[in-house]
């Protein structure tokens, strides 16, 4: 009674929604609660105070207290809420509006503030303007959201006291070849037009690039007259109109007629929009599918990458449909718990057929809770180091800018690493930019005889990414920081003139082959690295190369030991292993000549025909050349320094060589192969059959092994300690009641109601590709059928049998006032029809514990089961015994979804 009065106390406060204003606040007091659930005072009040230190409600303590469902509040208002007290109704209200940030007309826009900025302040303009307005023609591609911008334009002028409330909106769609337009527009002697219904409102005629020659026409005279004549009388003109087009407006409408519309306005398409609202438009339509479908929606952080990077030809309308789409399928896969995963695989085929390798290529795939999903990660830390860069400037002209470039250098170069190792950056736009840039960088650079190392480049592209996708949030700081921007811009450039004159260079040069160059705080990046390097540069004793084989190897080991030493030592030359002999030592004779301050070289070579570099070096003139083979991380480590110490050519190349020596460890270890366990109560035939089943659904062979166990092997200990000496256990499957389930278990109830398929993806992901896992799920779900399961029977007629166990199932539902659901009635039916067979071939379970105290205990399920099994029994002709009757017991206790409690029975 205790725990149904607690749930009651619980479900009743969940069933009542808060309105905004707190008009129905009364509801949620402990004392109209106790009179609706018919309990005292006292006890309400404990289980409502206990309550809100679980976090389930929200507590207003004034007189009297009130309690709010806060699943209720958070999901109504689209809020998370921390505090769970309040001392006030006015304090919860304040904190509530803070939160929600209540929004009315326009501003229920996304993108309200940003990329719908100008067409809104045109539209107010145009509402404003006395005495009814100005005309408007909007116009923009399909699905760009016209309709609703005409809505809240309708709304914000009754809002602000513009158009009366009792007003219309009207919208009619003109079609081509329009022949009741003029009638509809001007009405009859009996029926009022359009225009006069509209009167003090919005008339918003759509599609008016089907608009007729004589439609123009009747439509700017009665905006040059301000009205029209009917019937002998004159009506004047004082509806507020806007003509909306889904094409350039200049290609359909004549001159004349443009000219009488003063406000023009064009909304951008998707693809125009700023990053962060197409951003917030998909986690919105997420959101709305959340609410409708009653559950809480966890989706593929890759699949709202797709959404977020494609192109949609009828933009919102279409992503829309698309996020239904994929929430209609999620759906239908997996219709049974409170949390839907939304998946790549769910997309709908034409997006699917579009997507490359690349976008398959996450290791581990993560889902975010749509409910409080956080956007603009990436944004955040790219501000971070802004901020970084501009709060760190030397604040008077006494602290050395060469102290401030060599800390901030440090800097960027973390940040650098981190962008190398965060899977965010793996979008395929930023890595084509990324290229460009390096192609850049080394072209102009080059030019001008100075270096930075490669890993700069990915944070170029990132900036310029932010730019080139309308980085809200990127672009407002930099705006606010003006001032400061182009003060560090000023002392860089005072510092390092001839720093300057490159960015400036390199952001022509980007320009021209990107139609983007560097902003200011991309140049003050640039003079950063600049400053840094060519400073190091000329205080090197020797002109330092890594050269080895392969698209990265140089660079990777360069970099990290420039990193660990402080100091920039190594340059890099990457061989890739299609690269002859003397095209790298080409290369490496003209960066040479750029560094003629130099009259010593290290180069640091792998292997191969690099070892003999010296004979392509022989028309070198003027400086010596130290060349030491097998570079690896701990020898250039070491040679670096010696070079920081100072260490002579000759002696340097001495030690690392004696110094360079390799050790071994011996690691035996036997790999084992996977392996999957099926097991079942009901004997080791149904653990073949369904051993059989999942060999069958497999799309190809794969290297696991498949083991049907016995169910007292499987209970043996040593046994099962044999079997992991060799195998690794993948999971087990089957049917166990009788026995505490293993942790990797997945039971047959499982496969036949296709619940955890994601668990077995994950599972055989390393042996199947993705198009085998789709074959396999599928396969998977057809052949572990409740008929196909049955299959293993081998006397009965398992379809008359099933039909004999359904019915014999049901009274005992009703006999025992409960249902049973999903897994545990799909198990039932199997384990059922199989212990009758056993009963038959007189092979029942004999071995089941404690059936004296079983039989003292449950005399009334006892009588139940003989009861609804009686014409089972008597049709096959046999007995169940109580060792049958236990362990249908504690097989059923086991349905925890909808069942009640144990005791119940």
């Not at 009792?166 to 009022?192: P, R, S, W």
């Not at 794969?702 to 992991?724: C, K, P, V």
Request: charged share 25%; hydrophobic share 35%.
């Amino acid at each position: 009674m205790t725990i149904s009065t607690k749930n009651e106390i619980l479900e009743y406060l969940l069933s009542k929604k808060v309105e905004l204003d707190l008009r129905n606040i009364e509801e949620f007091s402990a004392h109209i609660l106790s009179n609706e659930l018919h309990i005292s005072r006292s006890l309400a009040s404990q289980y409502l105070n206990g309550f809100v230190k679980e976090g389930l409600l929200v507590k207003i303590a004034t007189r009297p207290v009130y309690f709010l469902s806060r699943k209720n509040i958070e999901e109504q208002f689209q809020v998370q809420f921390k505090e769970s007290m309040f001392y006030s109704v006015e304090d919860f209200l304040d904190t509530l509006s803070k939160k929600t940030c209540i929004k009315r007309n326009f501003m229920k826009m996304i993108g309200y503030d940003t990329s719908l900025h100008t067409v809104i302040d045109q539209l107010k303009s145009a509402l404003k303007y006395p005495p009814n307005g100005l005309p408007v023609i909007l116009y923009g591609e399909k699905g760009s959201g016209k309709s609703l911008m005409c809505q809240k334009m309708f709304e914000y002028g009754q809002d602000a006291g513009i158009i009366p409330e009792q007003a219309l909106l009207q919208k009619y769609k003109v079609l081509e070849q329009d022949m009741q337009l003029a009638e509809q527009l001007l009405g009859t002697e009996i029926k009022k037009g359009l225009l006069e219904q509209c009167e003090g409102g919005i008339l918003y005629l759509t599609q008016a690039q089907n608009l007729s020659k004589h439609d123009q026409q009747l439509l700017m005279r009665i905006l040059e007259d301000g009205g029209f004549i009917r019937g002998g009388n004159r009506i004047t003109l004082r509806a507020r109109i806007i003509l909306s087009l889904d094409e350039d407006y200049q290609k359909y409408l004549d001159y004349d007629l443009i000219q009488c519309f003063p406000i023009i306005c064009r909304m951008p398409n998707l693809d125009e929009r700023y990053q962060d609202d197409k951003e917030e438009l998909i986690i919105h339509f997420f959101k709305l599918q959340s609410w409708k479908l009653g559950r809480y929606l966890f989706v593929s952080k890759n699949l709202i990458h797709i959404l977020l990077t494609r192109t949609y030809k009828r933009n919102i309308d279409e992503l829309k449909r698309t996020v239904e789409d994929v929430c209609a399928r999620a759906n239908s896969e997996e219709e049974t718990t409170e949390q839907l995963y939304i998946r790549m695989y769910q997309l709908p085929d034409s997006i699917l057929m579009d997507l490359g390798e690349q976008d398959y290529m996450e290791e581990q795939v993560e889902y975010v809770d749509i409910s409080s999903y956080k956007r603009n990660e990436e944004s955040r830390k790219l501000l971070e180091l802004f901020e970084t860069i501009l709060n760190r400037v030397p604040k008077d002209e006494a602290t050395s800018m060469i102290s401030y470039v060599k800390e901030l250098n440090g800097v960027l170069t973390q940040y650098c690493s981190a962008i190398a190792y965060n899977e965010k950056y793996t979008n395929q736009q930023i890595l084509a930019l990324e290229h460009t840039i390096r192609n850049i960088l080394n072209r102009v650079l080059t030019t001008y005889n100075v270096s930075i190392p490669y890993h700069c480049s990915p944070l170029f592209a990132a900036c310029i990414y932010g730019r080139q996708s309308h980085n809200r949030i990127l672009e407002e700081w930099k705006q606010e920081h003006a001032y400061e921007i182009s003060k560090c811009l000023s002392l860089l450039e005072k510092q390092y003139p001839q720093g300057y004159l490159i960015s400036e260079k390199l952001s022509y040069a980007l320009l021209a082959n990107l139609e983007l160059g560097f902003d200011d705080m991309e140049k003050i990046i640039l003079m950063i690295h600049l400053g840094f390097y060519h400073e190091h540069a000329h205080q090197n004793k020797y002109l330092s190369i890594i050269i080895a084989h392969g698209y990265s190897t140089a660079s990777s080991m360069a970099e990290a030991i420039n990193s660990l030493l402080g100091s920039y030592l190594f340059e890099a030359f990457d061989m890739p292993l299609d690269t002859s002999m003397p095209d790298i030592a080409d290369r490496l004779k003209r960066y040479i000549d750029r560094y003629t301050i130099k009259n010593d070289i290290l180069l640091l070579v792998d292997m191969g025909s690099l070892e003999h570099i010296d004979e392509q070096l022989t028309m070198i003139d003027n400086k010596n050349i130290g060349i030491i083979n097998n570079v690896s991380t701990r020898l250039a480590l070491d040679i670096g320094e010696s070079i920081l110490q100072g260490a002579d050519m000759e002696s340097l190349l001495r030690n690392a060589a004696e110094h360079s020596t390799s050790t071994y460890t011996l690691v035996e270890n036997k790999q084992k192969k996977d392996l999957i366990i099926f097991i079942s109560d009901n004997g080791i035939k149904m653990a073949n059959r369904m051993r059989e089943l999942f060999a069958d659904s497999l799309p190809k062979a794969i290297d696991i092994e498949m083991l049907s166990i016995d169910l007292l092997d499987f209970r043996n200990e040593d046994y099962m300690n044999e079997i992991a000496k060799e195998y690794d256990i993948l999971f087990v499957s089957g049917i166990c009641s009788s026995i505490d389930c293993p942790k990797q278990f997945i039971s047959l109830e499982d496969l036949i109601t296709s619940n955890q398929l994601d668990y077995l993806r994950t599972l055989l992901n390393k042996y199947l590709t993705i198009e085998d896992i789709d074959t396999f799920t599928r396969n998977l779900i057809h052949n572990f059928s409740l008929g196909n399961a049955l299959d293993t029977l081998s006397i009965l007629d398992a379809k008359k049998l099933l039909e004999f166990v359904e019915g014999a199932v049901n009274q005992m539902q009703l006999q025992l006032d409960r249902r049973f659901y999903g897994n545990t009635l799909a198990g039932l039916y199997i384990h059922l029809c199989c212990m009758i067979e056993r009963l038959v071939t007189k092979e029942p379970i004999t071995n089941h514990e404690g059936l004296q105290q079983f039989e003292k205990e449950n005399r009334k399920f006892i009588e139940i089961v003989r009861r609804s099994f009686t014409k089972v029994c008597s049709h096959y002709g046999v007995e169940l015994s109580m060792s049958e009757i236990s362990y249908l017991y504690d097989y059923i206790k086991e349905d925890k979804l909808h069942g009640t409690q144990e005791g119940d029975f």
